[in-house]
C-alpha cells in the first residue's frame, strides 16, 4: 500500500479514539464540578433576629466551609515556625477530597478551616447596629457631642454662665461679656445672663447697650425688684431721672426694704431740683440701713446745690468716718471742698480716690478739675485724657477734658471733645452752651450762634441768651 494512505488511516483512527476518550471524559468533569460546587444552604447564611438578641453574635465560618480551601494571600505571611506547622498540617490532610455530602463535607472542611491562620476569622458585623444604639440614647445614655439634647444644652450654659462670672469678678469685663453673650445664643431667655450682660456694659460705661439688656430680662421676669433697680441706675446714668424715679418706685413696690432705691429716689429728687423731697427719701434710706454711705452724700450734695456748703462739708465727714477706703467718698469730699474753695485740700482727697481705685474715672476727672483751678494744667490735661479712656462712653468725662483744653485756650479742641459728649447726650442744654461758648471763642460765629439758639429754644439760660445778642449784634 502507497505509505501516504497508510497516514491517512492512522490520522483518522487517532481522532476516532480522542474523540471517545473526550465524550467519557466530560461526563466525569461534571460530576467533579457539582461535587465542588457550594450548595445553597451551605453558601448562604441568614441571619436570624435572635443571634443578636440573645448575646454575642455568632462567629461567621470561613470561606473554605462552602468553597474549600483559598490560594494563599501573599500579603498574609507569617513566621517560620507557624509555616512549617501549617505545612506539615497540610501535608496530613493532603490529597483528601471534599465530599459533597453533608456529613463528611464538614468534617474535612472543619480540618481545612483549622490548618487556616487565625488572623483570618472575623466577627460578623451587626446589621442592628443602629437600632440599638438608638433605642440605648432613648433609655438615657445621651452622646456629649450632641449639643442639641436639653442636658447638654444646660451644662452648656452653665459652664459659660461660671466663666463669666469669674471674669466678672476679676474685673476682666471683655471676657465677662464674651461669655454671657455666648450663653446668650444657646438660651436667648436666660435672665441671668442678660442682666449680668446689662452689669458688665454698665462697668464698661456703655448705658444705652446695657438697657436693652435690662429691658430683655425685664421682659422675662416683669415683677423682679432687682431688674427695676438696676434699670433705674441705668436710666439714671443716662440723664434720664423721671423714667429712674418711676423704676425706684417699682422696686420698692417688690421690696420696701430695699434702702438704696430710697437713696437713688432722693437721688432723681435731687437732680430734678426737688433737695427738700430728695433729703426725705435719703432720711428713709438712713432709718432702714444706718450704716450706708451713700445716703449722706446726696445729702451732703443736696446742702451744697443749696447754698449749705459747710452742712455739705459735715455729711462727706461722716461718709469718710463710715468708710474711709471707698474713693467715692473721697472723691465727693474733695468736691465740696473745691466749692468752698479749698482747692489744695481737693486734690489730695482726689488723689487718695485715685489711689483707692486707679480705674476710677470720676476721682481722675475730679483731680483734674482741681488741678485746673490751680492753674496745673498740665497736670490737669493727663489726668483728663486717663479719665476718657476709662470711661470713653461716660459724657461727662469728655465735657471735663474739653474744660481743660478751654482753660489752655485750645478752644477747637475743646469743641470736638464737645461733640463727643453730645453724641452720647445729644438733649444736654449745658453741653450745647458749652459748645457754643467755645465756638465763639474759636472764632465759628455760625457754629456757635446755632448751638446757642438750640439752648434758648429749650430752656430759659440768661447766659446763652446773652451771648447770642452779642453774636447776633455783631454780624449787623
Not at 465740696?336 to 480716690?353: C, E, H, S, T, Y
Request: hydrophobic letters at 35%; a neutral charge.
Amino acid at each position: 500500500m502507497h505509505p501516504q494512505a497508510n497516514r491517512t488511516k492512522t490520522t483518522a483512527s487517532d481522532c476516532f479514539r480522542k474523540a471517545i476518550s473526550l465524550a467519557l471524559t466530560l461526563p466525569v468533569m461534571v460530576v467533579l464540578i457539582c461535587a465542588q460546587a457550594p450548595q445553597p444552604a451551605q453558601a448562604f447564611r441568614f441571619l436570624k433576629f435572635g443571634e443578636y438578641l440573645n448575646g454575642t453574635p455568632k462567629e461567621k465560618k470561613d470561606d473554605s466551609d462552602v468553597f474549600g480551601a483559598e490560594p494563599a494571600d501573599p500579603e498574609d505571611t507569617e513566621a517560620p515556625g507557624d509555616s512549617k506547622d501549617s505545612k506539615s498540617a497540610n501535608s496530613k490532610s493532603g490529597g483528601k477530597k471534599t465530599s459533597s455530602k453533608g456529613g463528611s463535607g464538614s468534617g474535612e472542611t472543619a480540618k481545612n478551616a483549622a490548618s487556616k491562620p487565625e488572623a483570618r476569622r472575623e466577627v460578623v458585623a451587626n446589621p442592628l447596629e443602629e437600632v440599638l444604639n438608638d433605642l440605648t440614647q432613648e433609655s438615657g445614655q445621651i452622646k456629649e457631642e450632641d449639643t442639641s439634647l436639653p442636658i447638654n444644652k444646660a451644662r452648656k450654659v452653665d459652664k459659660h454662665m461660671r466663666y463669666g462670672d469669674a471674669f466678672f469678678a476679676r474685673r476682666d469685663l471683655t471676657n465677662a461679656l464674651l461669655e454671657y453673650e455666648t450663653v446668650i445664643k444657646a438660651d436667648s431667655d436666660n435672665y441671668k445672663a442678660h442682666f449680668m450682660a446689662g452689669k458688665v456694659l454698665m462697668a464698661m460705661s456703655d448705658f444705652e447697650e446695657a438697657l436693652k439688656e435690662f429691658q430683655k430680662a425685664e421682659a422675662l421676669r416683669p415683677n423682679a425688684g432687682d431688674v427695676h433697680f438696676i434699670k433705674g441706675e441705668t436710666l439714671r446714668m443716662l440723664g434720664r431721672h423721671e423714667a429712674a424715679s418711676i423704676e425706684y418706685k417699682r422696686t420698692l413696690k417688690a421690696n420696701p426694704g430695699n434702702a438704696l432705691a430710697y437713696a437713688y429716689l432722693g437721688e432723681c429728687y435731687r437732680m430734678k431740683h426737688m433737695y427738700r423731697s430728695a433729703i426725705d427719701e435719703c432720711r428713709r434710706a438712713i432709718g432702714l440701713d444706718p450704716k450706708s454711705v451713700i445716703p449722706h452724700l446726696i445729702m451732703a450734695q443736696c446742702y451744697a446745690s443749696s447754698r449749705q456748703p459747710e452742712q455739705s462739708l459735715e455729711e462727706y465727714k461722716i461718709a469718710l468716718k463710715m468708710n474711709d477706703k471707698d474713693p467715692v467718698v473721697h472723691a465727693r469730699c474733695g468736691l465740696a471742698l473745691g466749692n468752698l474753695g479749698k482747692w489744695d485740700l481737693a486734690v489730695n482727697q482726689f488723689i487718695r480716690a485715685t489711689d483707692l481705685d486707679p480705674r476710677y474715672s470720676e476721682g481722675h476727672a475730679g483731680l483734674a478739675y482741681a488741678l485746673a483751678h490751680l492753674k496745673r494744667l498740665k497736670e490737669a490735661l493727663a489726668e483728663a485724657r486717663i479719665a476718657v479712656s476709662l470711661a470713653p462712653n461716660d459724657p461727662d468725662t469728655h465735657s471735663n477734658l474739653a474744660w481743660v483744653y478751654a482753660k489752655k485756650g485750645d478752644y477747637l479742641s475743646a469743641a470736638v471733645e464737645y461733640r463727643l459728649a453730645l453724641k452720647i447726650d445729644p438733649k444736654n442744654a449745658e453741653r450745647h452752651k458749652a459748645l457754643g461758648m467755645a465756638l465763639k471763642d474759636a472764632g465759628d460765629v455760625d457754629g456757635a450762634i446755632a448751638e446757642l439758639l438750640t439752648v434758648t429754644q429749650t430752656s430759659k439760660d440768661f447766659e446763652a441768651e446773652l451771648a447770642l445778642q452779642s453774636l447776633m449784634q455783631g454780624r449787623r
